[in-house]
T-cell receptor, first 116, second 114 residues
Framework: GENVEQHPSTLSVQEGDSAVIKCTYS??????FPWYKQELGKRPQLIID?????GEKKDQRIAVTLNKTAKHFSLHITETQPEDSAVYFC???????????????FGKGTHLIIQP | DTEVTQTPKHLVMGMTNKKSLKCEQH?????MYWYKQKAKKPPELMFV???????INESVPSRFSPECPNSSLLNLHLHALQPEDSALYLC?????????????FGPGTRLTVT
């Protein structure tokens, strides 16, 4: 099955600096890679995603890059703000053998801390 | 309605109890999911339903029994659980079967098994 590795587990950056979180996946059939932000006691919230036919996607201060050959994808947050502090999860799609909707396998998460 | 809702928010049950978790969405999504999340861990996929049919069961013990009575509703029936089953149970829905990939999560049910 799919295996997703995520690094680092904790990332502390100064407010205003950039943060980068990296993930690798194992199943070359995966074709969808979302990133979720989860604040303490709340639900995971989708912040950005990318499909395998695209190399990069940007939404304001957040960008995601995908290298299909190397099976790497990364989240980039620029001009970090205190409200960016949270746990961030990467994920990759899992395809059911018999057809139907994909599930997601998640990385272990990165605790991002923005220092004022 | 653009949200996934879950009831109850909190549930405490004994190991011999039978209870059910409920999830609802009115976004017209035809794919629905159950995930389990332990503290400081990522969500783990349990079940996927596509057009009310079970398409993925990630080797979940039979004490967890999913049910999808219609396209808006997803239940998780619980019976004879163990203390290690205590976790946050998240429901999600997706327009995957109609072209979109995004999965939207509900707020979860925090389950404690005593």
């Amino acid at each position: 099955g799919e295996n997703v590795e995520q690094h680092p587990s904790t990332l502390s950056v100064q407010e205003g600096d950039s943060a980068v979180i990296k993930c690798t996946y194992s199943d070359s059939a995966s074709n969808y890679f979302p990133w979720y932000k989860q604040e303490l006691g709340k639900r995971p919230q989708l912040i950005i995603d990318i499909r395998s036919n695209v190399g990069e996607k940007k939404d304001q201060r957040i960008a995601v890059t995908l290298n299909k050959t190397a099976k790497h994808f990364s989240l980039h947050i620029t001009e970090t703000q205190p409200e960016d502090s949270a746990v961030y999860f990467c994920a990759a799609s899992i395809h059911p053998r018999g057809g139907g909707a994909d599930g997601l396998t998640f990385g272990k998460g990165t605790h991002l801390i923005i220092q004022p | 309605d653009t949200e996934v809702t879950q009831t109850p928010k909190h549930l405490v049950m004994g190991m011999t109890n039978k209870k059910s978790l409920k999830c609802e969405q009115h976004m017209g999504h035809r794919a629905m999911y159950w995930y389990k999340q332990k503290a400081k861990k990522p969500p783990e996929l349990m079940f996927v339903y596509s057009y009310e049919k079970l398409s993925i069961n990630e080797s979940v013990p039979s004490r967890f029994s999913p049910e999808c009575p219609n396209s808006s509703l997803l239940n998780l029936h619980l019976h004879a659980l163990q203390p290690e089953d205590s976790a946050l149970y998240l429901c999600a829905s997706s327009p995957r079967e109609t072209g979109g990939y995004e999965q939207y999560f509900g707020p979860g049910t925090r389950l404690t098994v005593t």
